[in-house]
């Protein structure tokens, strides 16, 4: 049963998704239940292992696929709505697109599904293959483009549009490192803009780079999401480095939970009294401290840990 | 703008294949045996004048040539040449231009622009409509030109075909589509277009067969519901409730002057004499089953099961999860 509540009051939320559940036919739970706020003009990161449901989420959004349950908005309009398309640039995972079009038409003939007037059409269409480094491939067919080719070609057509909006799903996929580092100066471009940019990928390095906020998406749920200050901020652990080697102290160092390294004591975890502690140990010994380093989490890191892979990071700011 | 751009597409699309050529191809090369046919004096004249075959009716001029050509028209070149192969052709063609516009990949994106469902299903359909119509714009044309240049007349009325032949195409096509957006596979959504063509082909051959003779009525006239066998019933049923691709040449045949099917392959045309009881039979039922029955109930009740297959398939790719 579709159950689409119409909230149409305006809000600050460019994506404001509350309790979307999805069921496929088989009783399979794609999605169960999931809230994310996406603020405008910032750039917004979906991730998740395969099978997440992270696709699905953006379907929704796209109405490409309907939601078994779901309230929300979409640039302040309810989740479903078409019209509100012509303000969103789509680029869905494995595109494929007509071969037998060359670059140009296949801008004109989305860009006219888009409702962009003709005139804009055939102004814009060459100016974001010149942006994408593709000026000189604009009348030669797709089907002779490389991969890399094809993904820049799918990121002008989601921009044919000028969108307010821009929903990516894996974008830099197929894209070698210019190519990456093209895609992110444009992403960062539109965010000065004041575009909102919703990615959903499996590089995480790369969302790291550019994403204000990201939510973590694991079994239809959101298991974590905030900026990726607030998801990295815990150490794994600190590490005091001695003036000594620190091989005498082992044992004593292993009762208050340290564990030795040559002239460096590890500390797991973030519990900066267990540190204290080590540190009064060593002044007590006599030790001369040189350093003590809290090792940051990457969000590669936080992700592991998330999917039950990793240290234990602490859930401040998870969602559910 | 949204649907026309849909339409523009499938004809780049139908442009890209090798098979649209072909087809074009073969259409002139039908065309150009077509206008080997000519009359003299004599009679009848093949080959551009290589072959004579002597008929006293079949003259330069006379009402029964322009018969003849009229059948030639409507049975062979409409009625089997493009009512046969080239539908079989355009059924090859098109196939798979809904599931690959289906496919993974390919929809989300259309359906990620602010333009309904209902829309893109029509567009798309229609799309597939004009690869057909493209062709039949194209041999109509040019055997319509072939027919002034050979007879000298104008054979306006036909021009209808270049409207019946879509139509014969599109009572199929409606269940390509259904099956397509079904199944999103051209090969299944082809075979069972095919299977149901030959469902089409059963129920008018049973009708043909069960429903207008009986030992009472050796001579064959349609039988009353009550009067019919089991069998009778079904065919009954199976040929007024599936489309009527059969009429579609009758019904050119009969808007151009043509004598009934039967009679035209008896006869040739030349003087539409019934030589035996088996054939005069035949006529009869002809004369029944397609001529005595309104164009407008053909189409009509051929259109009321295509718009009932259409509805099914948008609705189906209208709810449907991609």
């Known amino acids: 049963m579709v159950e689409v509540v119409d909230v149409t009051e305006m809000t600050n939320w460019a994506v404001d998704l509350i309790g979307v559940r999805k069921t496929y036919s088989g009783g399979i739970d794609a999605l169960r239940g999931v809230n994310i706020q996406v603020g405008r003009g910032e750039i917004f990161g979906l991730l998740g292992p395969n099978g997440a449901g992270k696709t699905t989420l953006v379907k929704i959004m796209m109405t490409a696929v309907r939601p078994s349950a779901a309230m929300g908005t979409v640039l302040g309009r309810p989740l479903g709505n078409r019209r509100k398309l012509a303000l969103i640039g789509y680029l869905p995972e494995a595109h494929r697109f007509p071969g037998y079009l060359t670059g140009l038409q296949l801008l004109d003939y989305y860009g006219t599904l888009a409702n962009v007037p003709r005139s804009i059409r055939k102004a814009r269409a060459p100016e974001l293959l010149d942006r994408l480094g593709m000026g000189e491939w604009g009348d030669v067919r797709i089907r002779k483009y490389s991969k890399g080719m094809l993904q820049r070609l799918g990121l002008a057509q989601a921009m044919m549009n000028d969108p307010d909006l821009i929903v990516l799903d894996e974008p830099t996929d197929g894209l070698d490192p210019m190519g990456r580092r093209d895609t992110r100066e444009l992403l960062l471009e539109y965010k000065r803009r004041g575009k909102t940019v919703f990615i959903n990928s499996h590089l995480l390095s790369e969302l790291e780079m550019v994403c204000d906020r990201v939510s973590i998406l694991v079994g239809g749920l959101v298991a974590r999401q905030g900026t990726i200050q607030e998801l990295t901020e815990h150490s794994i652990e600190y590490r005091i480095k001695a003036a000594e080697d620190l091989a005498g102290h082992t044992a004593a160092l292993a009762k208050i939970g340290g564990e030795v390294r040559g002239q460096t004591v590890a500390v797991s975890g973030h519990d900066a009294e267990q540190v204290n502690r080590m540190i009064d140990y060593l002044r007590g010994a006599g030790i001369l401290i040189e350093s003590v380093i809290p090792k940051r989490f990457s969000l590669e890191e936080v992700f592991v840990d998330t999917l039950g892979g990793g240290k234990g990071i602490p859930r401040k700011h998870q969602a559910e | ?322």
């Open chain 2, 1 to 322: 703008m949204q649907m026309l751009a849909l339409i523009n597409d499938a004809i780049r699309e139908s442009r890209d294949k090798k098979l649209f050529w072909a087809m074009l191809v073969v259409s002139t090369i039908a065309a150009g045996a077509f206008a080997c046919i000519g009359f003299d004096e004599n009679g009848l004249s093949l080959a551009f004048g290589l072959v004579k075959v002597p008929d006293a009716n079949l003259t330069a001029g006379s009402p029964a040539a322009q018969q003849f050509m009229a059948g030639i028209v409507s049975y062979v070149l409409v009625g089997t040449y493009i009512g046969w192969i080239g539908v079989l052709a355009f059924l090859v063609a098109t196939a798979g231009m809904l599931p690959s516009f289906m496919a993974d990949g390919a929809i989300e994106v259309v359906l990620g622009k602010p333009i309904s469902r209902i829309r893109v299903f029509v567009g798309r359909y229609l799309g597939g409509l004009t690869f057909v119509g493209l062709q039949a714009i194209y041999f109509v044309l040019l055997t319509f030109l072939v027919l002034r240049f050979r007879m000298g007349v104008w054979f306006w009325e036909y021009l209808w075909a270049i409207v019946l032949l879509p139509l014969l195409f599109s009572y199929l096509y409606c269940v390509t589509v259904l099956v397509g957006v079904w199944s999103r596979n051209g090969l299944v959504s082809l075979t069972c277009t095919l299977l149901f063509w030959l469902c089409i082909a059963g129920g008018t051959t049973m009708e043909r067969t069960f429903g207008y003779t009986d030992e009472l009525r050796p001579q064959g006239s349609e039988l009353a519901w009550a009067e019919r066998s089991q069998i009778g019933k079904v065919s009954f049923v199976l040929y007024n409730v599936f489309p009527k691709t059969d009429d579609v040449s009758v019904l050119l045949g009969r808007e151009m002057g043509a004598a009934t099917p039967t009679a035209f392959v008896e006869g040739l045309g030349t003087s539409g004499e019934i030589r035996d009881e088996e054939t005069a039979r035949l006529a009869t039922v002809d004369h029944e089953l397609t001529t005595a029955k309104s164009s407008l109930y053909s189409i009509g009740s051929s259109l009321v099961f295509e718009a009932v297959v259409l509805s099914l398939a948008c609705w189906f790719f209208v709810r449907k999860d991609f």
